[in-house]
């Protein structure tokens, strides 16, 4: 199949000297906190967190190229020429693949669910070819082929389907989830949750809103709330944020530096690589998939 070229977004990019995602201090609390919008039934904002993450120093930004934010909140560069020339960062080039569902019944849009049978086709084609899932706070270069497995959303189908797989191979993975949307229908209860020591569960924010159009106070209280939650569920940092529907701005990412470590987009393509901690592409894996554009996005990221 052809897989779509996304489009690189535009924003004056910040990019962080932090390699990699690494855990930062417990952020500062939410200043004035706006009500959130309705969603599922929302679960209880929890009173405590574990032990606080090893004290590192904060993400630090530096402006490198002029990018512009379209309505939509996608990004284009300018220049990119420009940019390939002289990077901002040794490129590191970690695969991050992203998906949703898990399921032979397509959950919502049917692109976003990879059956089954693909998906475990698609584990041993990365084990078979030497490849090493890690998790997003992992040094990649302790690895000759590290590849980063990431869900969005937290589906039920995630315990369910994609889990038995993770745990016959021995896998790792990453999922990205709503704190709304715990123990609500369709999808992971915070029992399952708890049941996959294979899982490093990162943050999706509190409701799914769309970040750029949201206040500073209403962005932080997505930000820290949703980090709070899930801290409290598993006892472990969360250090990872997945903008919703891969939508963000430079205020976006400035926010979110206070509280994370890194944010992952959903853009794709050649330009994967890691461009800074904020501004992580991810390579999208479709339904449609067949091993042999599995492998090509793999590689080249689209």
Not at 52 to 62: D, G, K, R
Not at 86 to 111: A, T
Request: glycine content about 4%; aromatic content about 10%.
């Amino acid at each position: 199949m052809n897989r779509p070229i996304s489009i690189v977004l535009t924003v004056v990019l910040l990019l962080a000297t932090l390699a990699g995602c690494r855990t930062i201090p417990n952020p500062p609390p939410v200043v004035s906190p706006s009500a959130s919008e309705a969603a599922p039934t929302p679960s209880p904002s929890p009173s405590e967190s574990p032990s606080e993450s090893p004290s590192l120093e904060p993400t630090v930004f530096e402006p490198v190229i002029e990018i512009t934010i379209t309505e939509a909140g996608w990004t284009i560069f300018n220049d990119l020429e420009a940019f390939k020339s002289n990077p901002p960062l040794q490129p590191i080039d970690v695969p991050v693949l992203y998906y949703h569902s898990v399921s032979d019944e397509p959950i919502g849009i049917r692109i976003l669910s990879v059956t089954t049978e693909n998906f475990e086709a698609q584990v041993r084609h990365l084990l078979e070819n030497g490849y090493m899932p890690i998790y997003m706070d992992e040094d990649p270069s302790l690895y000759e082929k590290p590849v980063i497995l990431t869900f969005d959303d937290g589906y039920a189908d995630n315990y369910t389907n994609l889990y038995p797989i993770l745990e016959e191979y021995n896998v790792k993975a990453t999922i990205f989830i709503v704190r709304d949307f715990v123990d609500t229908p369709g999808y992971l209860t915070s029992e399952q949750i708890q049941d996959m020591p294979l899982v490093s569960f990162q943050s999706h924010t509190a409701t799914h809103r769309l970040l750029p159009e949201l206040s500073e106070a209403d962005i932080r209280e997505e930000l820290a709330e949703s980090k709070a939650f899930i801290e409290h569920l598993t006892g472990k940092a969360v250090y990872a944020l997945c903008y919703p529907v891969g939508k963000f701005s430079n205020t976006v990412a400035r926010l979110s530096s206070e509280y994370y470590s890194c944010g992952v987009t959903i853009m794709e393509g050649v330009e994967r690589k890691i461009l800074g901690n904020f501004y992580i592409v991810r390579v999208f894996v479709s339904r449609d998939d067949t091993l042999e554009t599995f492998n090509r996005a793999l590689l080249y990221g689209t």
